[in-house]
Nanobody, 123 residues
């Protein structure tokens, strides 16, 4: 069992940057692959990025590739999502998720979820 708490959301202008953090409880953080997902009003939850347990492998949705960077610090039990060159289409609630299995893009395959943090990008 792991508890995830996201932070760092807010309002940013198009072209700006935000960094989201997701802090995990417990002493087994390095055993979890981590993912970031987002959900806009009226839309399904969609994959944004994922990272392997060691941080050596990362994966991105095409819509954010080259603009967003996922990283993790296992000593701090935290995963990050650096978001640059943001677009109004990035507006959504952002969630982090954890699972023992290797990182994937299907949200149904993640066992643990945070409560989410709102990101709003104004044009």
């Amino acid at each position: 069992q792991v508890t995830l708490v996201e932070s760092g959301g807010g309002l940013v202008q198009a072209g700006g940057s935000l960094r989201l953090s997701c802090a995990a409880s417990g002493r087994t953080f390095s055993r979890y692959a981590m993912g970031w997902f987002r959900q806009a009003p009226g839309k399904e939850r969609e994959f944004v990025a994922a990272i392997s347990r060691s941080g050596d492998s990362t994966y991105y949705a095409d819509s954010v590739k080259g603009r967003f960077t996922i990283s993790r610090d296992n000593a701090k039990n935290t995963v990050y999502l650096q978001m640059n060159s943001q677009e109004p289409e990035d507006t959504a609630v952002y969630y982090c998720a954890a699972d023992f299995a290797p990182p994937r893009s299907d949200p149904a395959q993640y066992a643990f979820w945070g409560q989410g943090t709102q990101v709003t990008v104004s044009s």
